[in-house]
């Protein structure tokens, strides 16, 4: 039942040979929820996938499925009596073989054919099982690796960034018929991503990774608007940092006075996404003036990089905003206003360099 934990990780560690690469990982995924691990290369996301897969041994910590202790660094469920589905990458498919064969490969004979025919209509893919993968476009082969992970019913599933290797349309079209699939099937489901688009579209929930540890893991809507430090705001898009002074429910910024999106505020650091500075003809003592660096034509709006005018320790070196109207040119003069509320950042973070603000 959704809302009942399914996996349960803790305190996990995992090393490769003396690296230490997962350090006291804490992280609860709800079954029938799709979740996605987000983080940069190199961060231990797919380390975190092999150990719950079983492939890669922990070396303290627990790793628990429906109540079931799979690893605790002492002993372990091998991999193929965890009941975990797990699609690669590249899909990995049999090349020799028929998508058909590929979707029932493993599963016992008694029932095999009715599982791959229900298989083949939860993917989309019927009328395809006897071609070979090779006559298969990517996207169908990802899912055919899709069917075939889901047919002998897993407990939960496991995708280790599968639409990378796909073109951008694709990608985009692909991501949202497997997160429907999944959803249809009631599966809970586990993606590893470091393509922030990808996350927000897909989960229900978004563990945020750094370091071998996952650092903040919410809803998209709550990461996106309140993350908890600088590494995270970014991590889900672009962010202006700015330095502030608490007041009464607000604080004082180089924008003047700004709410809050929670709690009180203190000296320190507050974020504005892009899409909450606007320009305006009337400057005041609300408005920061700068100059326009860079334009970008994104299709659906601008992104526009402006550098301020006037030396201010509360403000970062560069300002982002999005506009769709036609944007300032390069090389002029803008006066910005942002529109709150602002979020607060955690302390940890609130030492950051000026120069280092919003880069």
């Known amino acids: 039942m959704t809302g009942q934990p399914g996996l349960l990780i803790e305190q996990l560690e995992a090393a490769h040979g003396r690296d230490l690469v997962l350090t006291g990982l804490d992280l609860t995924v709800d079954d029938g929820a799709l979740a996605c691990v987000l983080g940069p290369s190199g961060c231990g996301k797919s380390t975190l996938l092999r150990v719950v897969a079983g492939f890669h041994c922990a070396t303290q910590g627990r790793v628990t499925l429906h109540g079931r202790r799979l690893d605790d660094g002492r002993t372990r469920v091998p991999a193929e009596r965890r009941r975990i589905g797990y699609v690669p990458q590249d899909g990995a498919l049999f090349p020799h073989l028929t998508v058909a064969a590929n979707i029932g490969f493993g599963l016992p004979r008694t029932g095999r054919r009715e599982r791959v025919e229900d298989m083949l209509e939860l993917v989309g893919l019927d009328g395809l099982a006897d071609r070979h993968p090779h006559q298969l476009s990517g996207g169908q082969q990802q899912r055919v690796a899709l069917a075939r992970a889901l ?90 940092l700015l330095r502030c002074k608490p007041a009464d429910g607000y604080v004082i910024t180089a924008f003047g006075p700004l709410p809050l999106t929670t709690g009180t505020g203190r000296d320190g650091v507050v974020m504005l996404r892009p899409h909450q500075l606007r320009t305006t003809d009337e400057p005041g003592p609300h408005s920061v003036r700068a100059r326009v660096t860079a334009c970008l034509f994104r299709g659906h709006d601008h992104r526009v990089v402006c550098a301020p005018e006037e030396a201010c320790p509360d403000l970062p070196e560069r300002l982002v905003f999005y506009t769709d109207t036609p944007p300032p040119a390069v090389g002029s003069e803008v006066h910005l206003r942002a529109q709150g509320p602002a979020h607060p950042l955690h302390t940890e973070i609130w030492s950051v360099p000026t120069a280092a603000v919003g880069r």
């Open 151 to 240: 047919a002998p019913r897993p407990q939960l599933l496991l995708l280790d960034e599968p639409f990378a290797a796909l073109d951008a349309a694709l990608r985009t079209e692909l991501r949202s018929e497997v997160a429907a699939t999944l959803r249809r099937a009631g599966a809970t489901a586990i993606l590893v991503t470091h393509d922030v688009d990808e996350a927000l579209a897909f989960a229900d929930t978004i563990a945020v990774m750094r370091d071998g540890r996952i650092v903040q893991a919410d809803t998209p809507d709550t990461l996106y608007h309140r993350p908890a430090d600088a590494g995270i705001a970014r991590a889900l898009g672009e962010a202006n």
